[in-house]
C-alpha cells in the first residue's frame, strides 16, 4: 500500500465513512494478517493531581493547596501494584500533573523501589512529565531519561500530546511542554531505547489540517526512530472542564479519525481502540475501521472519569468484544508482544 | 433512481462476493428471501452490509435523516403480564408502582407543549382494574388541552387488552380510540414472532397472530403504525429473518406500517440470562432490517435503546431516523440504559450532519417541520 500525502489524507475527511473504514482495515490487515486483537491487563496509577499546567481541556488537575489536591503514599502505590498483580496485571501506567516539588530523585526512588519488589513494568511518565522533571532537576532531557530508565522506566506513554499543532497548543495548554519539546523527549527516550506510545486528543478546537499536522509529526519521527508502539487517538471529553461548552466529539467522527490514522500512520504498528471514551460497541466497531488492539483493561483510570467518561470494561468483557466482532482476543505485555491467546 | 450509477462501483468494493446477487436484487426494488438474510447476517463484511443498507436507505429517504420532539408519557407501570424481559412492570403493592391521574397526565403534557412538543407518545402497562373508559379519557383530555400535538398511543398489546376488558372487538377498540383523539400507534409489544420465545419470555402477552392482526385493523382504518423486533434475548437469527418477514408481509397485505424499530434488550433489572447486544450485532441488525423491509418507509435507531454514539453511526448502516428528544423515558432505563434522558434539538442536529446527512425535524406522520440546511 502507498503511503499517503497530507493532501490525500485532507481528503479523506470528507469521504463516505464506510469506504474509508475499509481502507483502513485493509491498512490494518496488511500489518496484521493474523486476525488477533491484542489487549493490556494493567493498571492507571495516578500519582498526583496536582499540576501546574492548569490546561483549559482538563477536569484532573488541582493546584497544591486545593482540599481535594493529592499526592499517593508510596505504600498507597504499592498496594495498588499488588492489586494489579493478583489481577493478572503485567503493566502499571504511572503518570501524574506536574508537581511543583517533586526532582528526579523522588522517581527514581519510586520506580527503584517498585522494581525491587515487584516483577512490574513502568508504562510511566509523559512527555510534559519528563520535560518538567528535567527542568526542575536542572538536567538535560538526555540525562533525565537515563537516569530514570536506571531506576527502572520501562517505556513511556504517549499523552499530554493533545493536538500537536502550535496553534492548537497555545490555545488550549500554553503552560505545557512545545510540540518540538514533546516530539524531542520521545526522540530522546527512543534513542535510549525506551519505546513509547502517541496519542491524540481531538474534538475540541482543531480542525482537520491540525489532526493531519498531528499524524505527520508522528510519522516523521517514527522513520527516524521507530520507537512508537501505538498510536491511541480518542476524543475530548468536555464535561467539568474549561471548555465545557464544546460540542463533544460524535461516534462517526472518532471512526473517522481512527479510520485516518491507521491509513496514514503506515509505519506504526499498532492502532488503538479507546473504549474509556467511546463505550464497548463503538470501541468493537472500532475493529473494523483501523484498530486492532483494545488497550488496557485499566483496573482504574480516574483522568477522563473526572471529565464525565463513565464506560467500565472488565477482561471477560473485553474477550468477549473482541470474539464478537470475529477476531482472537490476545492478552499482550506493554510492548506488545502476545502472553497468551482466548 | 440516481443512486444506481454510483451502485456499480460499490458493488466492485464487495469483498463478500455472495452478497453481490443480493445487492442486485435490492436496487431492483425486489424482496429478499430468508436464506438471503441468513447470508447477510453471517457476512462479515460490514461495509458491504452498510453501504447496501445505506443506498436503499437513500433511494427510499433521500439523503435525509429524523427527528422528533416528542414527549413519552407511561400512565402506569401496573402491569398484569408480567413479562419476563421487562423491568419496568409492578405489581399491587410494590413500593414503586405507580398509577397517573387524569391531572398528572395534563400536567406532563402540558409542561411538555410549552417545550414545543409534536407529539405525545403513550405506553404503558396493563392496568389490573382501569376501565377502558380511562384510555378514553386520557385521549380525550390530552386532545382537548393540545389540539394539534399528535398523539400516538396504545401498543397492540394495550388494544387486545381494552377488547378484552370492554368486550369490544378490536376494530371497534380502534374506532372508539380514534374518535377520542388516538392519531397513530407505536409499535411495541411485537418482541419476536415466535411461539417458543412468547411461551418462555411473555405467555400471557398477546400472539403474534394477533399482534399483527391488530395493526392490519388499524392500517385498515387508515391509523398509521410502527412496528418492533426485541432482539439480543434468547432469540435466533432466523427467528429475528421470520419477525422481518413477517412484518413484511403484513404491511404487503394491509400497509401502514411508518417504522420499523429494532429494539436492542437490556438485560439488566431483568431475570434474562443475555449480555446486552454487541455494537457489530446492533448495526447488522439495522442493516438487515433495512434491506429485507423494503416495504417500510423508515428504519429508526432509536438512540435510548442503542445509546447516541451506535445510533448516529446507524444512520450510515440503513436509518434514517433518531426518535427523538424523547423527554422522560422510563421502560428502557428500568433496564439499565446509561443514555440521557433528551438529546437537546442542537445535539441532534449535529449528530445527523455529522453521519453525513441532511436532518429533517418530522411531525409523527413524516411530514417534514423543518430542514437544517
Known amino acids: ?50 499540576c501546574i499546567s492548569r490546561c483549559c481541556f482538563c477536569a484532573f488537575w488541582r493546584d497544591k493547596g486545593d482540599s481535594e489536591a493529592f499526592l499517593l503514599p508510596k505504600v498507597e502505590i504499592f498496594k495498588k501494584i499488588e492489586e494489579t498483580i493478583n489481577l493478572g496485571g503485567t503493566s502499571i501506567l504511572i503518570q501524574g500533573g506536574l508537581h511543583p516539588d517533586l526532582e528526579i530523585g523522588y522517581f527514581e526512588d519510586l520506580f527503584s ?20 522533571i528535567a527542568r526542575k532537576s536542572g538536567l538535560t532531557l538526555e540525562d533525565t531519561i537515563r537516569r530514570l530508565k536506571a531506576a527502572g522506566l520501562d517505556s513511556i506513554p ?36 525506551l519505546k513509547s506510545t502517541a496519542t491524540m486528543m481531538f474534538g475540541h478546537i482543531e480542525g482537520p489540517g491540525d489532526i493531519i499536522e498531528h499524524l505527520d509529526r508522528i510519522r516523521s519521527l517514527q522513520d527516524r526512530t521507530g520507537g512508537f508502539t501505538a498510536f491511541i487517538p480518542w476524543t475530548f471529553q468536555p464535561l467539568h472542564t474549561g471548555l465545557a461548552h464544546i460540542e463533544k466529539a460524535t461516534a462517526v467522527d472518532y471512526l473517522r479519525v481512527l479510520a485516518i490514522s491507521r491509513i496514514y500512520l503506515d509505519n506504526v504498528p499498532n492502532v488503538q481502540a479507546s473504549w474509556v471514551t467511546q463505550g464497548a460497541k463503538i470501541a468493537q466497531l472500532a475493529l473494523y475501521f483501523g484498530a486492532n488492539d483494545f488497550g488496557s ?34 492478552q499482550r505485555d506493554t510492548l506488545y508482544r502476545v502472553i497468551r491467546t482466548f | 433512481m440516481g443512486a ?20 442486485e436484487r435490492v436496487f431492483e426494488g425486489r424482496s429478499l428471501s430468508f436464506e438471503d438474510g441468513l447470508i447477510l447476517y ?50 399491587r403493592g410494590d413500593e414503586d408502582a405507580y398509577e397517573l391521574s387524569i391531572e398528572e397526565i395534563l400536567q406532563k403534557a402540558q409542561e411538555a407543549a410549552a417545550l414545543g412538543v409534536r407529539e405525545f407518545h403513550i405506553v404503558g402497562g396493563l392496568h389490573p382494574e382501569w376501565p377502558f373508559e380511562y384510555y ?5 383530555e390530552l386532545k382537548k388541552a393540545h389540539p394539534r400535538v399528535h398523539i400516538k398511543a396504545y401498543t397492540a398489546v394495550e388494544v387486545e387488552h381494552m377488547a378484552r376488558i370492554s368486550g369490544l372487538s378490536i376494530e371497534e377498540v380502534l374506532i372508539q380510540l380514534r374518535e377520542a383523539g388516538l392519531d397513530s400507534m407505536p409499535g411495541g409489544g411485537a418482541e419476536v414472532f415466535s411461539q417458543r420465545i412468547r411461551d418462555a419470555l411473555c405467555p400471557k402477552k398477546t400472539s403474534s397472530q394477533d399482534w399483527l392482526n391488530i395493526h392490519m385493523v388499524a392500517h385498515r382504518l387508515g391509523i398509521k403504525t410502527n412496528c418492533t423486533l426485541l432482539y439480543g434475548h434468547i432469540e435466533t437469527i432466523e427467528e429475528r429473518l421470520r419477525h422481518l418477514i413477517l412484518l413484511r408481509e403484513a404491511q404487503e397485505e394491509a400497509p401502514g406500517f411508518l417504522a420499523f424499530i429494532p429494539l436492542a434488550f437490556h438485560p439488566e433489572n431483568t431475570p434474562i440470562p443475555a449480555r446486552g447486544t454487541s455494537g457489530i450485532d446492533d448495526l447488522k441488525t439495522v442493516a438487515v432490517s433495512r434491506l429485507m423491509l423494503h416495504n417500510i418507509p423508515h428504519i429508526k435507531a432509536y438512540w435510548v435503546m442503542l445509546g447516541e454514539k451506535t445510533a448516529q453511526v446507524a444512520l450510515t448502516f440503513g436509518a434514517d431516523d433518531l426518535e427523538g428528544t424523547v423527554v422522560e423515558e422510563k421502560i428502557t432505563h ?10 437537546p434539538k442542537r445535539r441532534l442536529v449535529h449528530l445527523i450532519r455529522r453521519a453525513g446527512k441532511i436532518p429533517v425535524e418530522r411531525d409523527a406522520l413524516y411530514n417534514c417541520l423543518r430542514v437544517y440546511h
Open chain 1, 1 to 50: 500500500m502507498e503511503r499517503i500525502g497530507e493532501e490525500e489524507a485532507l481528503a479523506l475527511f470528507d469521504e463516505d465513512l464506510l469506504s474509508l473504514g475499509r481502507r483502513a482495515y485493509e491498512a490494518r490487515r496488511v500489518l496484521h494478517p493474523d486476525n488477533l486483537v491484542t489487549f493490556c491487563v494493567d493498571r492507571n496509577i495516578n500519582y498526583t493531581n496536582i
Open chain 2, 334 to 343: 428500568m433496564a439499565g440504559a446509561l443514555s440521557p434522558q433528551a438529546l
Open chain 1, 297 to 330: 483493561t485499566m483496573i482504574e483510570e480516574n483522568v477522563v472519569a473526572a471529565a464525565g467518561a463513565t464506560f467500565r470494561m472488565s477482561r471477560d468483557e473485553i474477550i468477549r468484544c473482541i470474539k464478537d466482532a470475529g477476531f482472537t482476543p490476545a
Open chain 2, 42 to 91: 453471517r457476512s462479515r463484511d460490514l461495509f458491504a452490509l452498510g453501504s447496501m443498507a445505506d443506498i436503499l436507505s437513500r433511494m427510499i429517504n433521500g439523503p435525509y435523516a429524523y427527528f422528533v420532539v416528542n414527549r413519552h408519557i407511561n400512565p402506569t407501570n401496573l402491569c398484569v403480564n408480567q413479562c419476563r424481559f421487562c423491568a419496568f412492570c409492578r405489581r
Open chain 2, 136 to 140: 378514553i379519557e386520557i385521549l380525550r
Open chain 1, 113 to 132: 523501589s517498585i522494581k525491587s519488589r515487584y516483577p512490574i513494568h513502568i508504562h510511566g511518565l509523559s512527555p510534559p512529565e519528563i520535560w518538567h
Open chain 1, 158 to 193: 504517549g499523552g499530554g500530546a493533545e493536538i500537536l499543532s502550535p496553534r492548537v497548543r497555545q490555545r488550549l495548554s500554553p503552560n505545557k511542554v512545545s510540540v518540538e519539546g514533546w516530539l524531542e523527549v520521545m526522540e530522546t527516550a527512543h534513542r535510549l531505547g
Open chain 2, 4 to 23: 444506481f450509477a454510483e451502485v456499480e462501483g460499490v458493488l466492485d468494493h464487495f469483498e463478500d462476493k455472495a452478497l453481490i446477487p443480493i445487492a
